[in-house]
């Protein structure tokens, strides 16, 4: 069942933790799930999944966007589902299910409904998400079919199916199950994504739904979740475009008999385990980034937190730099530019920056350095860019694609 | 020599005033100008060029670049001239004198310095611009003989010249001449512009030179130039980037006599004659954006003025709306998507959206409308979106350009 490790950890940037094995695939103890064809796509493709977890005692935890426009499931999952035990989810693709006002926030209280009924759980144990056009209200009838659809075709091997039936325009599935080996026993984490920017013809939406059979408490659950969402789908960009329907939800079923108790080697363990994970997962959503060829991370490091981040977050977010990126042209003008513009008022700023560990600009001048020899560098696939400010202490990092002809394409030129 | 008023007040968005009339070129009295090609460019197109004005009393006002990396000839025209009586202007395009360290700022004294001896002014009545390639030292000696060139050249009907030396990746040059009737007489209002988004390799770049032959006070300069820049350079948006060298300057030689006092009738009418030409000239920078087909209107309208400017700015630099606008597709959603991005933590948001005048989303939910319909509105030159937030008070516009396959190809493709 093991798969090699570069299939799934394939980026520099991400080390595959010592103590953790890669899965071909399957879900941890006490869950199943299913992908089917319910007809909200006109495609006929996969459209609506289910998770559910048979254990009683299964904890979660969850995080969302923070637009001020939330679509309708997640208004719903917010305010109706208590969060720490959520034990079946139910997700499509298609349809955003957002600005569709009081009939959305039914339509999604009736998917919420469904799940309940099929899984056999209490409605406030059933998450809802939901991605696609948005403006449209859901096809209910097909939904409440493929809900059903899908209760009937869950399986302990269903998360692939199930990472299908999330995607959108998405090129390729981004899933993974891992073995983690723990000073207390052996348990499984899997994991299911899904985004590319954008989601056509609308949304920027991601999703990502993690299992695992550890036993956590809900505090447990909910600090895993938080640090590591942080340190992967929040540190990444494809167009800077927050979306209406981001969801990531951790459920925790026990079913191992491994207890992860709080400020444990077992917690630290598990916690690499899924911080690889996420971060992996997040690097593929950045890869699949619509018409990307090269994915970017820049690290930006200075004495202050507010003055890294903007900056971090300027270049990643920069269509001069993306697209410099995508040509493989080492333009760091384009990198001084950027972080000058988050940084108003501070010139002049004395500003250092390294691409591919090759300094180009020391102090906000141009230090000497080989361009043909940068130019090889910046037209590999992955290309890192090492920013100082003034000061120490502070650091931080965004992961991010280029901007190339098939962004365009996709989003101006196939319209509903 | 008056051309028709179609010429230049081109957009449907800014009203040509009833006491201005548009000419074909020239500059006021008192002020002369010229562009050459001095050898800064490979290509030998014109690069350098010089404003200068024979009145002693001419007073001035500027306005740059908030960007924390600030380019040498802003740095030197900021602290070593005296903002309120520039007299003369060396401006140079294909070399940006940005992140050129100490020998940058020795080479924006030594423009200002050979400025100063051909033009017959102190050096501190000596303003410096640059734009183009940064990183790269400035060639002095052909700035110079160029400067020593331009001096030579100078004429009353220079203008032409001198906004051709400014372009860069321009697709055109920008400028206009305006005849403008004030109750205490007649005046001549010339301005010549320079900004395509980006600067091919490199920079964001807008520069604006405006001159006037009425007398105005430094603190009536100052004033008209800060309200008339807020209101046109202050809100166009071709990327989202804000530009090391972006310079505005205004001067008033008062050659024509007639004296623009503080608090009349005179300044009000000179002040909406310069509101109407500064954009113009804006607009046109947006349309020629890199590879840009159509002008969007944003304006937002409610109770905060953070909020409507924050849902200005995200719908007019998101690559959503810029595509969808570029393919003429009537994409509301992106709209919604924008606005939640901008203002989170205020769902839900009871927002509205008009495109041309059709509503397509009341309080945050779509409104029945005629899709065919809106489809053939959004496909013309320029399209108007109107957002409502809460409340009532505020408001404000945002002009953007599109998102095409012609702004990757001059931003990845074709690189130094």
Chains 1, 2 share one sequence.
């Not at 400020?263 to 997962?281: F, K, Y």
Request: proline share 4%.
């Amino acid at each position: 069942m093991s798969a090699s490790a570069s299939e799934f950890f394939s980026s520099r940037w991400i080390d595959q933790p010592e103590h953790v094995r890669v899965l071909t695939g399957g879900l941890p103890l006490g869950f199943r799930a299913a992908g089917v064809a319910s007809g909200i796509k006109a495609s006929g493709k996969p459209d609506l999944g289910m998770i559910v977890t048979s254990a009683a005692e299964t904890t979660s935890a969850a995080r969302f966007t923070r637009s001020g426009v939330l679509a309708a499931p997640v208004l719903v999952t917010m305010e109706r589902c208590r969060l720490d035990g959520i034990r079946a989810v139910v997700a499509n693709s298609g349809n955003a299910n957002a600005a569709t006002g009081g009939r959305g926030l039914d339509d999604a209280a009736k998917m919420q409904g469904s799940g309940s009924i099929v899984a056999g759980v209490r409605e406030d144990a059933v998450a809802v998400a939901s991605t696609g056009v948005i403006g449209v209200p859901l096809p209910m009838e097909v939904v409440t079919r493929g809900i059903a659809a899908a209760s009937g075709a869950l399986s302990p091997e269903g998360d692939v199916a199930f990472a299908e039936a999330i995607r959108t325009t998405d090129a390729f599935a981004k899933r993974a199950t891992l073995e983690v080996t723990l000073p207390s026993g052996t348990v499984t984490v899997s994991a299911q994504a899904k985004g590319a920017g954008m989601i056509s013809p609308n949304f920027a939406t991601l999703l990502c739904f993690v299992q695992t059979d550890a036993a956590l408490s809900p505090q447990t659950c909910d600090l895993l979740l938080g640090v590591t969402v942080k340190r992967s789908f929040e540190r990444i960009s494809v167009d800077g475009q927050l979306s209406t329907n981001d969801t990531v939800i951790l459920q925790a079923s026990g079913e191992s008999g491994v207890v992860v108790a709080a400020e444990t080697e077992d917690e630290l363990r598990l916690g690499e385990a899924i911080d690889a994970l996420l971060r992996q997962l997040a690097l593929r959503i950045v890869r699949d980034g619509e018409g990307a060829r090269r994915v970017g991370r820049v690290v930006v490091r200075g004495g202050e937190e507010g003055a890294v981040e903007a900056a971090a977050r300027a270049v990643a977010d920069s269509p001069l730099v993306k697209t410099a990126l995508h040509g493989g042209d080492p333009n760091w003008g384009r990198i001084a530019q950027a972080v000058g513009m988050a940084l108003p008022g501070t010139a002049p700023l004395a500003l250092d920056i390294a691409i591919e560990g090759m300094q180009v600009c020391t102090r906000g001048a141009r230090s000497p350095h080989d361009g043909e020899a940068l130019a090889r560098l910046v037209s590999r696939d992955e290309v890192e860019y090492e920013i100082g400010l003034p000061g120490e202490g502070a650091e931080t990092e965004v992961f991010f694609s280029d901007l190339g002809h098939e962004y365009v394409t996709i989003n101006a030129e196939y319209t509903t």
